[in-house]
């Protein structure tokens, strides 16, 4: 008879992977995330608040396809 030798260091995509074993991940840039949610943070405010601003600093829609506007509801309306 043979004898059969296991490798026990064989590991299969059901277990984690060793800390130990495992490469560094390479780090791209450094600074690149700490840049991304402040511009990200922006540029919703900015979609979120910019209408709001427009209005208040006098802007205004217009009437589109012949139609005239409904006017703004009052507090009182609920």
Known sequence: ???VSIDTK???SAEAPDPAERSPRPRRGGSGRRMRRPVAFLLA???FFG???AFGLGERPQEIENRRLR???S???G
């Open 1 to 3: 008879m043979r004898a």
């Open 45 to 47: 405010a900015a979609f």
């Open 51 to 53: 209408p709001a601003v």
């Open 10 to 12: 064989v590991s299969t």
């Open 71 to 73: 006017p703004l509801p």
């Open 75 to 77: 507090v009182s309306e």
